[in-house]
């Protein structure tokens, strides 16, 4: 066991796999000699060569659209988007071409590969260093979307994603990229793909969250325990596919549901877990839903304190439904 | 369509003839460095003394203006990077070694005229008359800030001069530049709009795109491709497996030269010709200016972990301050005493801005749901009001942000 930071766990993931699977290769913006701005492919190319760990012109549609080629004919991709918010060039490439190919060939050709970004704000970054826009990405059929908020998740959910068969998104919250470290397994090891994480068990108020809103919603559960309220946190892990059965297990349990996520609220995911809870479940609900979001602006620069949610903000909307 | 052999007629009219002097051939090996090159147009040698000859005889103010712009812009760049070392603001990106490119390429153009920069542009923006404490208070993001805090430090908005709102995403601006020429083209105001990437940005669909559709329209427009060599950390040998941006001029049929981006001269006398070019209606041009990134990318950058260091130390004895200072001296327009008047100027008028800037609180957070739309949706006022309440419910937010990683 090793000690590591959730970047660490990401490097440590792609070292675990480029040494046994010499399909996996890395390429993105900085990704070689620099080792990534953010140190996730530090010392990979040295180990592993050019060949398979690259620096690439400045081209977001060329990265992914160049991975999608490699992956069609037999490699494992990772291609790096150096920020979320700049991944739009390659928009076109993910979701017309990426996420449809299996589908539109009838099966015939699939690329399987991994799209690491990082993603969400709290690091001073503006608008376009800290957007959170992971409801494109589920609203896209054929992609998988996986987001960690732990080392040892980030580097099991990140193997578990290279040996998959299907494009997966892999937004990495880059607030908790040093912020927090935890106990990582050396070696190989997966996280399922699809499966949700209860970590707090409560009984009176279920909290819905992933990412960098985990550790806010853990402590919100903090703030509530001497106001009366028992928290339920479930780190949802996967995005898309989205496992159902265990939301529906703890709303079944606790009636009161509390959705938190970055991105804006209108068409933001929350809006679609808080449709499937009322389809499935509202004969249980206690109280209404209530979503706890960034604001329906771009997101700003030097009042983000104020548009993300945080620990005291979801407490109040624990408040709201434990006492309606 | 144009014929092949209309094309290749043009192919010989593709390098801009610059005030119809042929460009001066630099001494072998001048530039030195693996994309250092011996085609750029220039008029200074290295240590800024220009033969008689070559001498352009620009108009003493003009001169005058652009040296005192480029150190106002390098104090700028200095002052900024120490507020970041000193934890006062967040980020900050330097623009050092460039100062002639933006001043150079900034001094050709009238009030009228649009400018559409990348990141790494605040001698523009000081050219153009932009105001020191409104450049700081964006550094802080405070109310100050044209853009009321609501980007990050460098990205300058600032309407009244024309100089449109930085954005980080790369070259999307080159694109939009070319709409503002051809909005101008079209209302007959004779309106030249400049656009700015890097070499990197040269790599992105928007490169192509803008310059295809200015191509296409003949538009007044203007390309600055400030080749420093660096994307972040990948080198322009990644960026095109050709050997100078200005070749692809040529493939969107519009003419091009490669300029020694730290000869202020050279960078001014080129862009003067673009420019006027696009205002008499001939269509576009590109300018590659060749110079180097002698900073970090950004305050959270270190160069060291992938610069070429020997090439870094070649430019450094190309500063483009001291060349144009070599060459104002030699021409009676300077010294020692004026330099150290405009040095002790610049630290005063730098250090008060500051002062000022920094005193500034931040915007109220109600402004958050402002200018989203010409006027608030009900689903902004109900997010508004509900803010207020929050706010009233829990009085100070704490601001729990960690330091910006890149």
């Not at chain 1, 069609?72 to 190919?101: H, T």
């Not at chain 1, 499937?276 to 960034?294: D, K």
């Not at chain 2, 862009?271 to 959270?300: N, Q, W, Y």
């Not at chain 2, 915007?363 to 508004?384: G, H, I, N, R």
Request: a neutral charge.
């Amino acid at each position: 066991m090793a000690n590591l930071t959730l970047v660490q766990a990401v490097r440590d993931a792609l070292m675990c796999e480029m040494t046994h699977d010499s399909r996996v290769v890395l390429m993105g913006e900085d990704v070689g000699v620099n080792g990534g701005v953010f140190r996730a492919t530090e010392g990979l190319q040295k180990e592993f060569g050019e060949e398979r760990v690259f620096d690439t012109p400045l081209n977001e549609s060329g990265i992914i659209g160049m991975a999608m080629g490699m992956a069609v004919n037999g490699l494992r991709p990772v291609p790096e988007i150096q920020f979320m918010d700049f991944i739009y060039p390659a928009f076109d490439e993910i979701v017309s071409e990426v996420a449809k190919i299996r589908y539109r060939s009838g099966g015939g050709f699939t690329c399987p590969m991994v799209i690491r970004t990082p993603y969400g704000g709290g690091i001073r970054g503006g608008h376009y260093h800290s957007q959170s826009s992971e409801a494109y990405f589920i609203h896209t059929p054929g992609l998988k979307v996986v987001v960690p908020s732990n080392p040892y998740d980030a580097k099991g959910l990140l193997i578990s994603a290279i040996r998959g068969e299907d494009p997966t998104m892999f937004l990495e919250p880059k607030r908790l990229y040093r912020s927090i470290k935890g106990e990582v397994p050396e070696g190989s090891y997966t996280v399922e793909i699809g499966k949700a994480s209860v970590v707090r068990p409560g009984k009176d108020v279920t909290l819905l969250c992933w990412g960098a809103m985990v550790p806010v919603c853990m402590k919100a559960a903090e703030l509530c325990e001497p106001r009366g309220a028992d928290c339920e946190v479930i780190d949802l892990r996967t995005l898309a596919p989205l496992d159902e059965e265990r939301i529906f297990e703890s709303v079944k349990k606790t009636g009161r549901v509390v959705i938190v996520h970055e991105a804006p609220k209108t068409c933001g995911f929350g809006a679609e877990l808080s449709a499937l809870i009322n389809e499935e479940a509202i004969l249980y609900l206690e109280a209404p839903i209530v979503r706890v979001t960034g604001l329906d602006t771009p997101f700003p620069y030097a009042l983000e304190h104020i548009y993300m949610p945080d620990a005291e903000r979801v407490a109040l909307a624990v408040g709201k439904v434990k006492n309606f | 369509m144009e014929s092949e052999t209309d094309l290749m007629k043009k192919k010989t009219k593709s390098q801009i003839t610059v005030t119809k002097k042929k460009p001066i051939k630099p001494e072998k090996g001048l530039l030195g460095g693996s994309v250092l090159r011996e085609d750029c147009y220039r008029i200074m040698n290295e240590d800024g003394t220009v033969d008689s000859k070559a001498d352009p005889k620009l108009d003493k103010e003009i001169l005058l203006k652009m040296y005192r712009n480029m150190a106002l812009t390098r104090a700028f760049d200095e002052r900024g990077m120490m507020l970041q070392r000193q934890g006062r603001i967040g980020f900050y990106v330097p623009s050092f070694g460039q100062e002639a490119i933006q001043t150079g390429t900034a001094a050709t153009l009238e009030k009228k005229d649009w400018v559409f920069p990348s990141y790494r542009e605040p001698g523009i923006f000081l050219y153009r008359g932009a105001g020191l404490y409104e450049m700081l208070c964006n550094l802080w993001g405070n109310n100050g800030d044209l853009s009321k805090g609501r980007q990050m430090p460098v990205h300058y908005s600032f309407p009244d001069i024309k100089m449109f709102s930085v954005s980080s995403p790369i070259a999307t601006q080159l694109i939009q530049a070319v709409g503002a020429a051809m909005a101008s083209k079209i209302s007959k105001t004779k309106e030249v709009a400049i656009s700015y990437c890097g070499d990197g940005g040269t790599s992105e669909n928007d490169f192509h795109t803008g310059l295809t559709f200015a191509g296409v329209y003949k538009a007044p427009a203007v390309f600055i491709i400030t080749n420093n060599q660096y994307a972040i950390s990948v080198p322009f040998s990644k960026q095109t497996g050709g050997k100078r941006i200005v070749d692809k001029a040529v493939g969107y049929g519009m003419p091009g030269i490669a300029v020694d981006g730290n000869d202020a001269l050279a960078v001014y006398l080129a862009t003067k010709e673009a420019v006027d070019r696009a205002r008499r209606g001939e269509g576009p041009s590109l300018i590659e200016c060749v110079t180097f990134r002698m900073g970090p990318h950004s305050s959270s950058d270190d160069p060291t972990r992938y610069r070429d260091e020997k090439l870094y130390q070649a430019w450094l004895k190309r500063d483009p301050i001291k060349r144009l200072r070599t060459y104002l001296e030699s021409k009676k327009l300077w010294d020692e005493k004026k330099e150290k008047v405009l040095q002790e100027e610049l630290k005063a008028k730098l250090a008060e801005a500051v002062e000022k800037a920094e005193a500034q609180p931040l915007s109220d957070p109600m402004d958050l749901f402002e200018d989203v739309y010409a006027e608030l949706t009900p689903q902004l006022k109900k997010q508004k009001a509900e803010l207020l309440h929050e706010v009233e419910l829990r009085g100070k937010f704490e601001n729990t942000s960690e330091a910006f990683p890149l």
